[in-house]
């Protein structure tokens, strides 16, 4: 299992940036695909972003493309989610998930495929 802790949240003016950041401890790092999604009442959970393990490939949901950077560190064990241009449609609660990349690639845009998950940040853009 592996645990996982965002940070980097909080309010933020529309056309502003923020950096999110996601802690992974438990396993070895680089052995798995991340992901960020996001959730706001009364909806699904929904992807945003994500990256290979070893960082060689990343996935953006349509709505963020150009704006939001999702990027690795594997020496530091850590993942990252750089959102700039942000709307205030991008409010929402942002979680950080893991799964385990072997030899074959899971379709990582599916909440399903990730087996671990973090406790979640909000993250609010004011109009």
């Known amino acids: 299992q592996v645990q996982l802790v965002e940070s980097g949240g909080g309010l933020v003016q529309a056309g502003g940036s923020l950096r999110l950041s996601c802690a992974a401890s438990?396993?070895?790092?680089?052995?798995?695909?991340m992901g960020w999604f996001r959730q706001t009442p009364g909806k699904e959970r929904e992807f945003v972003a994500a990256?290979?393990?070893?960082?060689?490939?990343?996935y953006y949901t349509n709505s963020v493309k150009g704006r939001f950077t999702i990027s690795r560190d594997n020496a530091k064990n850590t993942v990252y989610l750089q959102m700039n241009s942000l709307k205030p449609e991008d409010t929402a609660v942002y979680y950080c998930?893991?799964?385990?990349?072997?030899?074959?690639?899971?379709?990582?845009?599916?909440?399903?495929?990730?087996?671990?998950w973090g406790q979640g940040i909000q993250v609010t853009v004011s109009s």
């Open positions: 998930a893991a799964r385990y990349q072997g030899i074959l690639r899971p379709d990582l845009t599916t909440r399903n495929t990730y087996t671990d």
């Open positions: 438990g396993r070895t790092f680089s052995n798995y695909a």
């Open positions: 990256i290979s393990k070893s960082g060689g490939s990343t």
